[in-house]
Nanobody, 124 residues
Framework: QLRLAESGGGLVQAGGSLRLSCAAS????????MAWFRQAPGNVRELVAA????????KYADSVKGRFTISRDNDKSTVYLQMNSLKPEDSAVYYC?????????????????WGQGTQVTVSS
């Protein structure tokens, strides 16, 4: 059973950067597609970025392309989200998720392991 724990959220000014980390415990981390989703109050949970098992196959929401980078370290069972040029509209709770699919999918229903979430707040 894979368990996920996010860290790295916080308060940052617009234009700043944050790096989120998601540490996985349990077995078979390299076999999972990993992703970051986010949910702001009153909004649906949306995909931010996903990465396949090798780290080479990635998928991004249009709103974060060119600003966010997802990566993974299979030796450390950790996935990262580097967030640059942050905007107030990036404010949300960010969730780490794992999917048994072998490709980076944007459908939250494809992910069966979720972390508790970490709050990111971007002030204007």
């Amino acid at each position: 059973q894979l368990r996920l724990a996010e860290s790295g959220g916080g308060l940052v000014q617009a234009g700043g950067s944050l790096r989120l980390s998601c540490a996985a415990s349990g077995s078979h981390f390299p076999s999972y597609t990993m992703a970051w989703f986010r949910q702001a109050p009153g909004n649906v949970r949306e995909l931010v970025a996903a990465v396949g098992w090798s780290g080479d196959n990635t998928k991004y929401a249009d709103s974060v392309k060119g600003r966010f980078t997802i990566s993974r370290d299979n030796d450390k069972s950790t996935v990262y989200l580097q967030m640059n040029s942050l905007k107030p509209e990036d404010s949300a709770v960010y969730y780490c998720a794992a999917s048994p699919t072998h490709y980076p999918t944007g459908y939250s229903s494809h992910y069966d392991k979720w972390g508790q979430g970490t709050q990111v707040t971007v002030s204007s």
